[in-house]
Protein backbone atom coordinates (compact mmCIF):
# COMPACT_ATOMS: atom_id res chain seq x y z
CA UNK A 1 0.00 0.00 0.00
CA UNK A 2 1.62 3.11 -1.02
CA UNK A 3 1.04 6.86 -0.96
CA UNK A 4 1.39 9.25 -4.17
CA UNK A 5 4.05 12.02 -3.23
CA UNK A 6 5.24 14.78 -4.98
CA UNK A 7 8.93 15.81 -5.69
CA UNK A 8 9.29 19.33 -7.04
CA UNK A 9 12.74 20.21 -8.54
CA UNK A 10 13.86 24.15 -7.63
CA UNK A 11 17.07 26.24 -8.12
CA UNK A 12 18.65 26.96 -4.90
CA UNK A 13 17.47 30.74 -5.25
CA UNK A 14 15.78 33.47 -2.99
CA UNK A 15 11.99 33.36 -3.59
CA UNK A 16 11.96 30.31 -5.55
CA UNK A 17 10.52 28.05 -2.47
CA UNK A 18 7.29 30.84 -1.66
CA UNK A 19 6.48 30.73 -6.06
CA UNK A 20 5.96 27.00 -5.50
CA UNK A 21 3.81 27.65 -2.04
CA UNK A 22 2.06 30.87 -4.04
CA UNK A 23 1.07 28.71 -6.59
CA UNK A 24 -0.51 26.00 -4.67
CA UNK A 25 -2.09 28.30 -2.68
CA UNK A 26 -3.78 30.07 -5.18
CA UNK A 27 -5.42 26.83 -7.02
CA UNK A 28 -6.19 25.93 -3.24
CA UNK A 29 -4.01 22.97 -2.81
CA UNK A 30 -3.16 21.92 0.65
CA UNK A 31 0.29 20.69 1.72
CA UNK A 32 -0.33 17.76 4.65
CA UNK A 33 3.79 17.07 4.83
CA UNK A 34 6.54 18.01 3.42
CA UNK A 35 10.51 17.42 2.89
CA UNK A 36 13.15 20.09 1.82
CA UNK A 37 16.16 18.93 1.14
CA UNK A 38 19.22 21.12 -1.04
CA UNK A 39 22.61 21.55 -2.42
CA UNK A 40 24.20 24.26 -3.38
CA UNK A 41 22.54 24.31 -6.71
CA UNK A 42 19.17 22.73 -6.22
CA UNK A 43 16.41 21.39 -3.46
CA UNK A 44 14.11 18.83 -3.76
CA UNK A 45 10.63 19.78 -2.54
CA UNK A 46 8.86 16.51 -1.21
CA UNK A 47 4.86 17.12 -0.63
CA UNK A 48 2.06 14.82 0.06
CA UNK A 49 -1.21 16.08 -1.04
CA UNK A 50 -5.08 14.92 -1.25
CA UNK A 51 -5.40 15.22 -4.91
CA UNK A 52 -2.04 14.73 -6.58
CA UNK A 53 -2.45 14.31 -10.31
CA UNK A 54 -4.07 17.98 -9.77
CA UNK A 55 -1.34 19.27 -7.92
CA UNK A 56 1.35 18.06 -10.42
CA UNK A 57 -1.10 19.27 -14.11
CA UNK A 58 -1.01 22.94 -11.45
CA UNK A 59 2.67 22.94 -10.91
CA UNK A 60 3.84 21.89 -14.75
CA UNK A 61 1.47 24.70 -15.74
CA UNK A 62 3.48 27.16 -13.79
CA UNK A 63 6.66 25.74 -15.22
CA UNK A 64 7.60 24.01 -12.55
CA UNK A 65 9.70 20.30 -12.87
CA UNK A 66 7.49 17.81 -10.61
CA UNK A 67 7.27 14.32 -10.50
CA UNK A 68 5.63 11.44 -8.83
CA UNK A 69 6.79 8.65 -6.67
CA UNK A 70 5.09 6.49 -4.31
CA UNK A 71 6.09 5.97 -0.33
CA UNK A 72 4.99 4.20 2.26
CA UNK A 73 2.88 6.26 5.66
CA UNK A 74 3.71 3.65 8.38
CA UNK A 75 1.88 4.05 12.14
CA UNK A 76 4.15 5.07 14.45
CA UNK A 77 3.70 4.55 18.37
CA UNK A 78 4.09 8.16 19.90
CA UNK A 79 6.64 7.20 22.56
CA UNK A 80 10.67 6.74 23.17
CA UNK A 81 11.15 3.66 20.44
CA UNK A 82 8.44 4.00 18.48
CA UNK A 83 9.95 4.80 15.21
CA UNK A 84 13.42 2.28 16.56
CA UNK A 85 10.44 -0.58 16.45
CA UNK A 86 9.78 0.51 12.72
CA UNK A 87 13.59 0.98 11.47
CA UNK A 88 14.19 -1.46 12.96
CA UNK A 89 11.58 -4.13 11.68
CA UNK A 90 12.46 -2.43 7.89
CA UNK A 91 15.87 -3.64 8.43
CA UNK A 92 14.84 -7.51 9.69
CA UNK A 93 12.79 -7.33 6.26
CA UNK A 94 15.49 -6.52 4.09
CA UNK A 95 14.20 -3.23 3.12
CA UNK A 96 16.47 0.13 3.03
CA UNK A 97 14.77 3.38 4.11
CA UNK A 98 15.81 5.90 1.88
CA UNK A 99 14.16 9.03 3.42
CA UNK A 100 11.62 9.58 5.67
CA UNK A 101 9.46 12.58 7.20
CA UNK A 102 6.92 13.61 9.52
CA UNK A 103 2.96 13.77 8.50
CA UNK A 104 1.39 16.85 10.24
CA UNK A 105 -1.70 14.61 12.22
CA UNK A 106 -1.93 12.08 13.80
CA UNK A 107 -3.81 8.01 13.17
CA UNK A 108 -5.46 7.25 16.70
CA UNK A 109 -2.73 7.91 18.78
CA UNK A 110 -0.05 7.18 16.83
CA UNK A 111 2.36 9.31 14.38
CA UNK A 112 2.57 9.03 11.10
CA UNK A 113 6.36 8.87 8.50
CA UNK A 114 6.27 8.74 5.13
CA UNK A 115 8.81 6.43 4.28
CA UNK A 116 10.66 5.99 0.46
CA UNK A 117 11.68 2.26 0.50
CA UNK A 118 13.92 0.12 -2.08
CA UNK A 119 11.21 -1.99 -1.77
CA UNK A 120 7.31 -1.05 -1.16
CA UNK A 121 5.73 -4.84 -0.91
CA UNK A 122 8.63 -6.03 1.04
CA UNK A 123 8.46 -3.27 3.60
CA UNK A 124 4.59 -3.48 4.05
CA UNK A 125 5.09 -7.39 4.33
CA UNK A 126 7.69 -6.42 7.62
CA UNK A 127 5.33 -4.22 8.87
CA UNK A 128 2.02 -6.43 8.62
CA UNK A 129 3.87 -8.90 10.12
CA UNK A 130 5.11 -7.30 12.78
CA UNK A 131 1.77 -5.34 13.46
CA UNK A 132 2.54 -2.40 12.36
CA UNK A 133 -0.01 -0.69 10.59
CA UNK A 134 0.61 1.36 7.14
CA UNK A 135 -2.09 3.63 5.75
CA UNK A 136 -3.35 4.34 2.51
CA UNK A 137 -3.53 7.53 0.51
CA UNK A 138 -7.45 7.70 1.61
CA UNK A 139 -7.00 7.40 5.30
CA UNK A 140 -4.36 9.90 5.10
CA UNK A 141 -6.89 12.51 3.72
CA UNK A 142 -9.44 11.41 6.60
CA UNK A 143 -6.82 12.14 8.77
CA UNK A 144 -7.06 15.86 8.12
Do not use: H, W
Request: hydrophobic letters at 45%; aromatic letters at 4%; one cysteine or more.
Amino acid sequence: MSVKQISIFLENSKGRLAQVTRTLAKEKVNIRALSLADTADFGVLRIIVADPERCISVLKAAGFVAQETKVVAVEVADRPGGLALVLETMEAGGVNVEYMYAYVEKSRDNAVVLCKVDEESKATEALSKAGIATLSAEELARLS
